[in-house]
């Protein structure tokens, strides 16, 4: 592969109670683990979050690239990606994730829409490095 970028980010303090920093100073935040999960949640943001958030840019661009090489043209349209975590069903030591991949497409029949989202799903880069590990569940609000 011929790296075109790289994102560096640094973690320290207490993990997931602790603080992230981009490279580039961009991003610089305190976490705090979810009260879901016995943090004090907050305003903070947590890992999940972020994936959250970076799954959701990656897997709009990959659904505009999909449309645009059908020569469909999309707009109004927003991606939300909800990131879950738990232990793993057989009892295996740590925790595991899960996605669902939820997409508002005006313009486009339910049919098409599944299309280029499973399309989409082929070609992200997120949905590529997952593939396996987690969950992905699509479907189109």
């Known amino acids: 592969m011929t790296t075109l970028y790289t994102a560096s980010?640094?973690?320290?303090g207490d993990g997931r109670n602790g603080h992230v920093r981009?490279?580039?100073?961009?991003l610089d935040f305190d976490l705090a683990?979810?009260?879901e999960m016995g943090g004090p949640g907050g305003a903070l943001?947590?890992?999940e979050q972020l994936f959250a958030a970076g799954y959701a840019a990656c897997f709009h661009s990959a659904l505009k690239l999909v449309a645009r090489n059908e020569k469909i043209t999309l707009t109004d349209t927003a991606i939300t990606v909800d990131v879950g975590?738990?232990?793993?069903?057989d009892g295996?030591?740590?925790f595991q994730l899960n996605a669902t991949i939820e997409?508002?497409?005006a313009g486009v029949d339910e049919t098409k829409a599944l299309a280029l989202l499973e399309a989409a799903h082929q070609v992200c880069p997120y949905?590529?490095?997952?593939?396996?590990?987690?969950?992905?569940?699509?479907?189109v609000a």
Request: hydrophobic share 30%; proline share 13%.
């Open 9 to 12: 980010a640094t973690a320290s």
């Open 22 to 26: 981009s490279s580039d100073g961009v």
């Open 33 to 35: 683990v979810p009260k």
């Open 45 to 47: 943001t947590n890992p």
């Open 85 to 89: 975590i738990g232990p793993y069903p």
């Open 92 to 94: 295996t030591p740590g």
């Open 103 to 105: 997409a508002e497409l």
């Open 127 to 139: 949905s590529n490095a997952t593939r396996g590990n987690i969950d992905v569940k699509l479907s």
